[in-house]
């Protein structure tokens, strides 16, 4: 249960006592109305009228409004004349003298009843009250106020049983939750977080905690592997590149073309630590989001366009044949880094180049399809194969066909983390050669629009 709904049902809960007392005074005032109601003043026989006025009978009508439902009352005056009964005794009119201590005496000798004889405040009158002892004993007055004192105490448990149980349930959770973050914060990554926290919102928080002591771990596991792959693809060139070097240093080269050749090794390797430490470069402003202050809005079109020479020029240079097919609106405009972009694509198109065999063709595509830009880069190589396709984009992971080329398997890890950073995404697909698609979201303007073509703002 959540501890907004634990609260909310102990405040109505609690909220509840006045309105339960509320209710029970109405019971209590309703049970001890009488029903036989005094008569007012201009009521009252001839004979009683001269031996009081208007205003003492207001008072008396005031203080016997709330008595017993059946008790009978006589009202005397100073002079002990009878000046009103709710059930006149025979014999008795109004304005005759008849003391009340006579007739509380006999009164009191019936059975099951009690008299009483009071003179309330300044009211020059006496009251004499016959009441019924099943009607004393059964007051709803007296029932009114055990019952109400009942409730009460029945409600005070309530609030306090139930905020000691939402107190310690509350404690007890967050104890447990502020152990299991300390274990976190201390690197303690291997012990789950328990679910069982007492409170929803408690519950959801431990599952937080555990979903980040995973992500924690994933990232510890990824650095680890991340450093030990950095270090064994950046020794290979190094030794080769020393090797070569101490080769030219210590002994004589047989001819100056050998000389050429050893140079020319070295130059290669310094070209491929260039290449990777361009790639960990990219890929550490990936995972920050550094480039992002040098985005702009660019026509799509146009760069594609001005990427697209370059790229046909390498591939004709490997005896590649090179297809661009750029069907973009002119106007359509995508905010990016384009540095960050170009390097994407040079990264696809010289893998679409190095897997391929001299004659085969690769390309770009671009063209708009519903609500998105979707950007190809193709070949009619080999293809991924279907147990590395999942694979493709993880960084250090390089498929069976590569493993023999140079690189460290962090390219396309860097060509996802940037097209993600963008807010657009990338997917491969393997289908009479190797395909990679990125998708980009794109609003096509509205009928109504008074532009002239899209803005393509992402």
């Known amino acids: 249960m959540r501890i907004r709904t634990q609260f909310t049902a102990l405040v109505v809960g609690i909220s509840l006592i006045p309105l339960l007392l509320l209710g029970v005074g109405w019971v209590m005032a309703t049970a001890n109305q009488s029903q036989n109601p005094l008569p007012s003043y201009s009521e009252l026989p001839r004979e009683s009228i001269g031996l009081t006025d208007g205003s003492t009978w207001s008072k008396v009508v005031s203080v016997l409004g709330h008595r017993p439902v059946k008790s009978r009352v006589y009202v005397f005056d100073a002079s002990y004349r009878l000046i009103y009964s709710s059930v006149p005794e025979p014999g008795v009119p109004p304005g005759v003298a008849v003391p009340p201590n006579v007739l509380l005496n006999e009164l009191s000798k019936r059975q099951g009843t009690s008299a009483f004889l009071v003179r309330v405040g300044d009211i020059p009158v006496w009251i004499l009250a016959l009441v019924d002892n099943k009607e004393l004993k059964g007051d709803p ?25 939402l107190a310690g349930r509350i404690t007890s959770s967050i104890v447990l939750l502020e152990k299991a973050v300390r274990r976190v914060a201390e690197g303690d990554l291997d012990t789950k977080v328990d679910a069982r926290l007492g409170s929803d919102e408690i519950r959801t928080l431990g599952r937080s905690v555990d979903q980040l002591r995973v992500s924690l771990q994933e990232e510890n596991s990824r650095k680890s592997r991340f450093v030990m792959g950095l270090s064994h693809d950046l020794k290979t060139p190094l030794a080769l590149i020393k090797g070569y070097a101490e080769l030219l240093r210590d002994g004589p080269v047989p001819t100056e073309k050998a000389r050429v050749a050893h140079l020319e090794l070295v130059l290669d390797k310094v070209d491929q630590l260039d290449g990777m430490i361009e790639d960990l470069i990219d890929y550490s402003k990936a995972n920050t989001g550094e480039w992002q202050q040098s985005w702009a809005e660019i026509p799509l079109k146009a760069f594609l366009e001005e990427y697209a020479p370059e790229a046909a020029l390498d591939a004709r240079l490997l005896g590649r044949n090179f297809e661009a097919e750029i069907d973009l609106p002119t106007d359509l405009k995508v905010s990016f880094d384009p540095r960050s972009i170009q390097r994407c694509l040079e990264n696809l198109t010289t893998n679409a180049m190095r897997y391929t065999r001299e004659g085969d063709k690769l390309g770009i595509r671009a063209q708009v399809r519903g ?16 147990e590395d396709l999942p694979h493709i984009f993880d960084l250090f992971y390089r498929g069976s066909a590569s493993r023999r080329e140079p690189g460290m398997g962090i390219g396309l890890a860097v060509v996802k983390t940037i097209m993600e950073t963008h807010g657009w995404s990338i997917r491969a697909e393997s289908s009479s050669g190797a395909r990679f698609i990125i998708t980009i979201p794109w609003q096509p303007p509205s009928a109504s629009s008074s532009s002239p073509g899209p803005s393509g703002k992402v």
């Open 371 to 386: 609500d998105a830009v979707e950007i190809m880069v193709w070949d009619t190589g080999p293809g991924i194969a279907s």
């Open 141 to 165: 007055f007296q029932w009114s106020l055990v019952v109400s004192g009942i409730i009460l105490t029945l409600i005070l448990v309530f609030a306090i049983v139930f905020s000691i149980i």
